[in-house]
């Protein structure tokens, strides 16, 4: 980008990444993606209209569709136990692969999945978001309705949870937090099956 002609909302959010890239979500700013882009400050507000709010509105919904393409990947053609470990190692690879664009996620609140339609629009991003693929990969439980819906909640939260902790330092280095993933994995998997009805209202994963 050498110039205002060349300026689109994609490409301002493409440049914003870059930025956050480099210095994390605190490093997100106009004066910082202009001058990357080598444009003044005024010329984003043609793209961004409602300036750094909107500009860090649309770079949450590029990330969590960055996310969500990947998660939608991981999952193809997978089902039961597969599906979900495939998901959960995907989900953790991109958090560890791009921890700054990650941490947008959660700086100055998640975008969620039926939020800013509009700025979906702005950038092409997909209605989609890592919520549905969370319901897809569990389908092969034979989980439906509320039971569902407190499945991918947990599916979701223990995603988001390691990551959480990972790239931030949260584990630190005495153990591989792989090999923790790895066994968290199979607990989680092992809780989704219906004989063992961990995740649902029964109590049967209790008895001998």
Same mark, same amino acid.
Request: net charge positive; proline share 5%.
């Given at each position: 980008?050498?110039?205002?002609?060349?300026?689109?909302?994609?490409?301002? !959010?493409?440049?914003?990444?870059? *930025? *956050?890239? $480099?210095? $994390?979500? @605190?490093? /997100?700013?106009?004066?910082?993606?202009?001058?990357?882009?080598? !444009?003044?400050?005024? %010329?984003?507000?043609?793209?961004?209209? +409602?300036?750094?709010?909107?500009?860090? @509105?649309?770079?949450?919904?590029? !990330?969590?569709?960055?996310?969500? @393409?990947? /998660?939608?990947?991981?999952?193809?053609?997978? +089902?039961?136990?597969?599906?979900?470990?495939?998901?959960?190692?995907?989900?953790? &690879?991109? =958090?560890?692969?791009?921890?700054?664009?990650? =941490? *947008?996620?959660?700086?100055?609140?998640?975008?969620?999945?039926?939020?800013?339609?509009?700025?979906?629009?702005? !950038?092409?991003?997909?209605?989609?978001?890592? %919520?549905?693929?969370? @319901?897809?990969?569990? =389908?092969?439980?034979?989980? &439906?309705?509320?039971?569902?819906?407190?499945?991918?909640?947990?599916?979701?939260?223990?995603?988001? $949870?390691?990551?959480?902790?990972?790239?931030?330092?949260?584990?630190?280095? &005495?153990?591989?937090? $792989? &090999?923790?993933?790895?066994?968290?994995?199979? /607990?989680?998997?092992? +809780?989704?099956?219906?004989?063992?009805?961990?995740?649902? +209202?029964?109590?049967?994963?209790?008895? =001998?």
């Amino acid at each position: 980008m050498t110039g205002r002609a060349a300026l689109t909302p994609a490409r301002v !959010v493409a440049t914003a990444l870059l *930025v *956050v890239d $480099g210095g $994390g979500p @605190a490093a /997100l700013t106009l004066t910082s993606v202009a001058g990357r882009a080598g !444009v003044a400050v005024p %010329s984003l507000y043609k793209h961004v209209p +409602g300036g750094l709010p909107d500009l860090r @509105a649309l770079v949450r919904l590029q !990330v969590r569709a960055e996310l969500t @393409a990947a /998660l939608w990947r991981s999952v193809r053609g997978l +089902g039961g136990d597969d599906a979900v470990a495939a998901l959960l190692g995907a989900y953790r &690879a991109y =958090a560890l692969g791009h921890p700054h664009r990650y =941490a *947008v996620l959660t700086t100055d609140g998640e975008v969620s999945d039926r939020a800013a339609p509009a700025a979906a629009v702005a !950038v092409g991003g997909p209605a989609e978001g890592p %919520s549905d693929v969370f @319901a897809a990969a569990l =389908a092969g439980y034979g989980l &439906a309705g509320e039971e569902l819906l407190h499945a991918a909640r947990c599916l979701r939260a223990v995603a988001h $949870g390691f990551a959480s902790l990972e790239t931030t330092g949260g584990f630190g280095p &005495a153990v591989d937090a $792989g &090999a923790t993933h790895a066994r968290l994995t199979t /607990l989680l998997s092992w +809780g989704l099956r219906p004989s063992q009805a961990f995740l649902t +209202g029964s109590r049967a994963w209790v008895a =001998a």
